[in-house]
């Protein structure tokens, strides 16, 4: 493969901003019913906590339009994740407000913060270049991985890549090999 990959990059002690699709399905108790994609996300994850890098998340689940919607909530996301990952998953009540500055400062390597949903601003589908680099303030690299979206000119795929060196992740990277 002729484009860049976690690999080609040192981790160690970065903070890394990785776009992932963790738009799983949920039942109406917002029970996730088929965690496949976030399965797929692991191996980039966990090469990114084993090289000791402190990982920052994030996603869009559904199609809350803009808008704050507990039903798109990335909460139980982090749940699932926590347990696949064997490891606390730290789960910003925001996306870029109070609650993910707060989290992404604390966090140390080898940890990992879940943002809450892009989504939920109107200026991630329209790939607002400021809420691009705020995005991009909570990383020193970006790592796209989320190959379901990374067609997309969004500010959590396209727009933060303005502002960060940028590479791909295993499954962006598997899947272009296929190719």
Do not use: C, W
């Not at 496949?36 to 990114?48: E, N």
């Not at 798109?72 to 749940?79: D, K, N, Q, R």
């Not at 870029?96 to 879940?114: P, R």
């Not at 270049?129 to 997309?152: P, Q």
Request: charged content about 30%; overall charge neutral; glycine content about 6%.
């Amino acid at each position: 493969m002729n484009k860049k990959t976690i690999e080609d990059i040192d981790v160690r002690g970065k903070r890394v901003l990785v776009r992932v699709d963790f738009n799983v399905p949920l039942d109406v108790n917002q029970n996730i019913t088929d965690d496949t994609r976030i399965r797929a996300a692991l191996p980039t994850i966990k090469y990114l906590l084993d090289n000791k890098a402190k990982v920052v998340l994030m996603s869009h689940l559904g199609r809350p339009k803009g808008e704050f919607k507990p039903e798109f909530s990335l909460a139980p996301v982090a749940v699932r994740l926590e347990e696949l990952l064997g490891s606390k998953v730290i789960m910003a009540k925001d996306v870029i407000g109070d609650s993910a500055k707060e989290a992404v400062k604390s966090l140390k390597e080898g940890e990992v913060v879940l943002l809450e949903n892009v989504r939920f601003h109107k200026e991630e589908t329209k790939n607002d270049l400021t809420f691009a680099k705020a995005l991009a303030e909570f990383g020193d690299v970006f790592v796209n991985d989320a190959f379901g979206t990374a067609h997309r000119a969004h500010a959590s795929t396209e727009g933060v890549t303005h502002y960060l060196p940028a590479v791909a992740g295993y499954l962006i990277k598997k899947e272009l090999d296929i190719m």
